[in-house]
């Protein structure tokens, strides 16, 4: 081993100018380079952390913001009518998610027995209609089945009364729409997972006289559970979240926490931001508890697949 | 073996005519002239395009919700750039901080985001609610996931890291090597977050309605404004509306198709 230093001999002091000079511009630069970040934690303190906060804080004031107090909790708490917003919107959450994800599950396996080709058609169908909802589709669910709707009345006219009892501006109709608008996700969510079943997998099963029944109890399902969790847990969250469907088919007309939310905080009748604040931590406690839930779910399928 | 497939193609049939029948209907409706007792329109016309593209409403709901994507979009690829770009470079022991707050409103929906913006800028030094400002930052939050994913996996790709390196080594500066080498490589990268982002902003109606409202009419607040009223021209509106939205994921799926295929191909 040769030393540098040994070969080209420096005055000591010298180097350690120079090396400070250096030490000297790296730092300028990255003072420099710190600069550059400044927009972005601007942005990120402005609009993302900083509401967030606002809203948490907010929360436990009475509504003339002045005391602090954990009233606006006991409030929801007490309340008949924000507990049903909450029960309402949990419970059309929780089943238009089951719903689709069973849908989802079948339709996604059918998918697989066709010819590549015809799979990236299907789902770039998937795709596509994952697109159309919200306002748009709330809109198209008024023209068919709305009270004046194309099948409604086409129905009626054709004597039959399948939907003469039917309501889409009420729960069934939430309900059939938020179906509608979850499948193409929970499809595109499911299908990947299908890929990680070996054809191998399956003739080792019938190798040992295991049924395709068996296959799917003891194989092919506990194989797909994580990320049919996983699946459920982003459904659930994205329908607890929705608003723009639930305002343009029911207006104020239906209880829900989103749409409780809303009108605390934004309409000129019953203007309660503080309420709406703790509400409003209520719906994020439950989003951020569903994308835990999903984020152990995707961690156990990488664990179980690789 | 055969009378399975039958099964999975009645499936597949079912699921398709379940997903398109409500865009068929919308369809048929924003083109139909008389249609109250059949099965399909009596006859056609486009006399509710020919009404709606005379709408002067309709264009300036257009010109606010493109003003506020190009706004959004060209801020977010100007600050996002640079900062994804040193914090992976130079910084790299924060790339997990920075991973967490570019995915953290992932998890927020809109209308939890709206009740702490409301709050922020109602009152207090910066007063913005209402006004289209408040829009462009909460929805460079809102695309702040698919920004961030986009421009990291492309500098992964390309090896940002080892190309700024040679760079600099052959005396090109920081600021050369980003500019010259790096910036180049990514480009084609972006434009793939960049369009979903546009198709993301074009659809928002929650932050839209619960910020700004009929202050700044974007386009979902005109389309909810009309959705009581002439049903088949608000027809012709979501068709229009979803007609640019299409062409928009399109292009993501083309790019993203032919993305996956090269390294595919190279591999033989």
Redesign the interface.
């Known amino acids: 081993m040769v030393n540098v230093r040994t070969m080209k001999p420096i005055p000591p002091l010298l180097a350690n100018i120079e090396e400070r000079e250096v030490l000297r511009k790296i730092k300028k630069q990255k003072l420099y380079l710190l600069a550059l970040l400044l927009p972005f934690i601007l942005f990120i303190i402005g609009f993302e952390i900083g509401p967030l906060v606002a809203m948490l804080k907010d929360s436990f004031y009475a509504d003339d913001g002045i005391q602090v107090t954990i009233q606006q909790y006991l409030t929801i708490f007490k309340s008949k009518f924000y507990l049903q917003a909450i029960q309402n919107s949990l419970v059309i959450s929780l089943f238009s998610a089951v719903t689709s994800v069973i849908i989802a599950v079948i339709a996604a396996y059918s998918f697989t027995k066709f010819s590549q080709k015809i799979q990236n058609r299907l789902l770039m169908i998937a795709n596509m209609t994952s697109n159309f909802e919200g306002i748009p589709l709330s809109f198209s669910y008024i023209i068919l089945l709305g009270n004046n709707g194309l099948f409604t009345l086409l129905f009626s006219k054709l004597g039959l009364d399948i939907f003469a009892g039917f309501n889409l501006y009420s729960w069934t109709g939430l309900i059939l729409v938020y179906i509608y608008f979850q499948i193409p996700l929970a499809i595109m969510l499911i299908y990947p997972s299908y890929q990680g079943i070996k054809k191998q997998w399956k003739e080792a099963s019938s190798l040992l006289n295991g049924t395709a029944l068996s296959f799917w109890i003891h194989i092919g399902i506990p194989v797909l559970l994580p990320s049919i969790a996983g699946t459920f847990s982003i459904l659930f969250a994205n329908a607890m979240g929705a608003y723009a469907t639930a305002y343009a088919l029911v207006g104020s007309n239906y209880n829900l926490l989103s749409l409780q939310i809303a009108s605390l905080v934004s309409s000129d009748v019953s203007l309660r931001p503080q309420l709406g604040s703790a509400m409003g931590v209520l719906l994020a406690a439950t989003m951020i508890g569903a994308m835990w839930f999903n984020e152990r779910m995707m961690r156990r399928i990488r664990r179980d697949l690789r | 073996m055969k009378s399975?497939?039958a099964?999975?193609k009645v499936?597949?049939g079912l699921?398709?005519i379940?997903?398109?029948?409500?865009?068929v209907?919308?369809f048929l409706?924003s083109m139909a002239g008389k249609?109250?007792?059949t099965?399909l329109p009596e006859s056609y016309t486009v006399k509710w395009y020919i009404e709606l593209f005379q709408d002067e409403r309709f264009y300036r709901a257009l010109q606010h919700t493109l003003f506020l994507i190009v706004v959004t979009v060209g801020l977010s690829v100007v600050?996002?750039l640079?900062?994804i770009f040193?914090?992976t470079v130079?910084?790299g022991k924060w790339e997990k901080w920075l991973q967490a707050?570019s995915m953290?409103?992932?998890?927020?929906?809109?209308?939890?985001?709206?009740?702490?913006?409301?709050?922020?800028y109602s009152d207090g030094p910066i007063q913005i609610a209402g006004t289209p400002w408040i829009l462009v930052?909460?929805y460079?939050?809102t695309i702040?996931p698919f920004m961030y994913q986009g421009i990291r996996n492309s500098l992964r790709t390309v090896n940002a890291i080892q190309l700024v390196d040679a760079a600099e080594l052959l005396g090109a500066t920081?600021f050369q090597a980003f500019r010259t080498v790096v910036f180049p490589n990514i480009i084609s990268g972006i434009l793939v977050s960049t369009l979903l982002s546009v198709?993301l902003l074009f659809?928002e109606?929650?932050f839209a309605?619960?910020l700004v409202?009929g202050r700044f009419e974007t386009i979902?607040i005109y389309?909810?404004d009309k959705?009581n009223k002439s049903?088949h021209l608000?027809?012709a509106i979501?068709i229009t509306?979803?007609s640019i939205?299409?062409l928009l994921?399109?292009t993501v799926?083309k790019l993203t198709f032919r993305k996956e295929n090269a390294p595919s191909l190279l591999k033989g």
């Open positions: 399975s497939l099964f999975h499936i597949v699921l398709v379940y997903l398109i029948i409500p865009l209907g919308t409706f249609w109250d007792h099965i600050i996002m640079p900062t040193i914090i130079y910084f707050a953290l409103p992932y998890g927020i929906p809109p209308i939890v985001g709206a009740v702490g913006l409301i709050k922020v930052g909460a460079f939050i702040l920081k198709a659809s109606f929650a309605n619960l409202g979902q389309l909810a959705l049903g608000t027809s979501v509306y979803y939205i299409l994921t399109g799926l």
